[in-house]
């Protein structure tokens, strides 16, 4: 793997030492780790987890798949993560809500789906489905009857009118644009429910810091949460050990 150098021992690594001894770690001996954090409706039933992925020295996973994408192995990288959160996953109840990134789009097919599509909702960004090839690659996965979420709406250059053609059955909130609404500026928020309600995706509202929040999200609209005041990102044995069946999987069938 001659194409990054691995950090020296005794080297005081800064932020790119360290994203580079993770993607090595991890191209090289799998050294990748998948925590998850629930997804509830607003009345409190698990339906599924987002799989994140976590690193071996602490390095944050942006900065890994930032590097990753410089070198030309973010698409090696991706691979290594879904596989390990597909395997990880096993056991856990509802849906398994995967990230995938703008170059796995436009080579959808060749993707390694290691689940069912009942099983699996692909969390895309809208940046990443704006050119022809991302909106092909989505298209596909729906055609392979694969779920779609909008990741982040509201981040960024991100606009409501888009879902007019990404058409996602899901949409997630940012955690900024909650935030916004937290703080009592609900414009955005709105905004996003009322494109959602318009072709018939539920709304997911991200970054959910109290418990507080979730009545008046609540009377917004909001079909399911998802943030710290409701669950921290953990492994798959600590949420098979403190979710059951017996809560229901319901609102994102």
Request: hydrophobic share 45%.
């Amino acid at each position: 793997m001659d194409w990054v150098a691995v950090p020296r021992r005794g080297h005081v690594m800064n932020s790119k030492d360290a994203a580079q001894q993770a993607l090595v770690a991890a191209l090289r001996r799998g050294d990748i780790r998948a925590v998850f954090q629930p997804i509830w409706t607003i009345q409190g039933q698990c339906v599924g987890f987002e799989a994140l992925s976590r690193f071996a020295n602490g390095c944050p996973p942006d900065r890994v798949w930032d590097y990753a994408e410089r070198v030309h192995q973010v698409m090696r990288l991706d691979r290594i993560a879904i596989q390990q959160a597909v395997r990880s996953a096993y056991g856990l109840m509802g849906k398994l809500f995967l990230n995938i990134r703008a170059v796995h789009l436009t080579a959808a097919s060749t993707l390694p789906f290691l689940g069912s599509p009942n099983r699996i909702i692909w969390e895309i960004t809208e940046s990443q489905v704006a050119d022809q090839d991302g909106a092909s690659g989505s298209l596909w996965l729906r055609q392979q009857g694969y779920a779609l979420a909008l990741d982040d709406a509201g981040s960024g250059c991100s606009t409501p009118h888009r879902l007019d053609w990404l058409r996602p059955q899901i949409v997630k909130i940012d955690s900024n644009v909650v935030q916004e609404w937290a703080q009592g500026s609900p414009e955005g928020l709105r905004r996003w429910i009322a494109a959602a309600r318009a072709i018939h995706a539920v709304v997911v509202a991200e970054g959910v810091e109290e418990r507080a929040w979730l009545e008046g999200l609540a009377r917004e609209g909001i079909e399911a949460v998802q943030g710290y005041a409701l669950g921290r990102p953990a492994s798959a044995p600590y949420w098979r050990a403190h979710t059951s069946y017996d809560q229901g999987q319901v609102g994102l069938s």
